[in-house]
């Protein structure tokens, strides 16, 4: 085939398509961030690769406060319920859950990454926790792609706790959280009040993770 034959607008059109993949976003197709290359076996960064935001305006938001992340976008955080309900602000990211990547909105609550209506039935709890004198609080919440390959990367050398595969975390999910149960009443409160708010403990092992699906 003779391609100096081509047209120079023909040319720009097949490598554009030459480049392009329409699996990359879709739900329940595996890509290639599902399994760990030997490149990936190395020190990887934390930093948020999965995320994206998809409202600009969110950037400028000032009310709430904001927190800054390394890759420059700025979310709100939403430590009250009425503040949730009243601003439309979040971001789109790529979750995970079994290997299978989806798009989801994410939120801050007490500064970390939380699926929103996972963040709104969690407000709710807190309040109601608050009111029996339990302090609740997030440890930990939603986790990149990156942020998992981390944690995956100091469990397999043995300098870090265990950690599932990247993909295959229940926080890649956004609906899971690991709560401040080692501080006092905050488990006894949970066991008792949490089913209530559609929050369940899914690890048996760990006393401190809890789901809302």
Known sequence: MKLRHLSF??????????????????PGV??????????????????????????PSAIEVVDPE?????????????????????HHHCHRVTGYRYGSPFKMCVVRVNGKLVQRGTARAYLKMRHAAAQDGVSLY???????????????WLYIHGQGNLAAKPGYSNHQ??????????????????????????FKRTVPSEAWHWEHW
């Open 9 to 26: 607008p023909m040319v720009l059109i097949l490598a554009a398509c030459a480049g392009s993949s329409d699996d990359e976003d879709i």
């Open 30 to 55: 595996a890509t290639a961030d599902d399994s760990l290359t030997q490149s990936e076996m190395q020190m990887p960064s934390v930093a948020g690769d999965d995320m994206e935001t998809t409202d």
């Open 66 to 86: 904001t927190t800054v992340d390394a890759d420059g976008l700025a979310i709100p955080n939403f430590d009250e319920i009425d503040q949730l309900e009243a």
């Open 138 to 152: 997030i440890v930990s919440g939603f986790r990149t792609m990156k942020e998992q390959r981390h944690l995956y």
């Open 173 to 198: 999910s956004g609906h899971a959280l690991d709560l401040n149960t080692a501080s006092p009443g905050v488990y006894h409160w949970l066991s008792n009040h949490a089913a209530h708010f559609d």
